[in-house]
Nanobody, 121 residues
Framework: QVQLVESGGGLVQAGGSLRLSCAAS????????MGWYRQAPGRQRELVAS???????NYADSVKGRFTISRDNAKNTLYLQMNSLKPEDTAVYYC???????????????WGQGTQVTVSS
């Protein structure tokens, strides 16, 4: 089994910053793509940013220039630096990782439990 544990969420004023972390543990041989998603009340879960094992990144248009995704492969940890936060960034943020448990195994997606980010105006 694989566990993804997010941390770093909280309440911040508009214009402020937060840094989210997601630590993966358990039966891990390799982690491929990782990403941050978010879900606001009454809305579908959406991709915020993703990063490949080699470091190629992709961002939603709504966060480009404000958010930065990064990862530490040695620590199996994913980060999201969020700057210039807006009230519309308020959501539960989820970590996702494609994990293989063995050298010949397939990669399977895993989700964290989510961390709340609330931006006040």
């Amino acid at each position: 089994q694989v566990q993804l544990v997010e941390s770093g969420g909280g309440l911040v004023q508009a214009g402020g910053s937060l840094r989210l972390s997601c630590a993966a543990s358990g039966s891990i041989f390799s982690i491929n793509a990782m990403g941050w998603y978010r879900q606001a009340p009454g809305r579908q879960r959406e991709l915020v940013a993703s990063i490949t094992r080699g470091g190629t990144t992709n961002y939603a248009d709504s966060v480009k220039g404000r958010f930065t995704i990064s990862r530490d492969n040695a620590k199996n940890t994913l980060y999201l630096q969020m700057n210039s936060l807006k009230p519309e960034d308020t959501a539960v943020y989820y970590c996702n990782a494609a994990v293989s448990a063995s050298i010949s195994g397939s990669y399977y997606g895993n989700w964290g439990q989510g961390t709340q980010v609330t931006v006040s105006s």
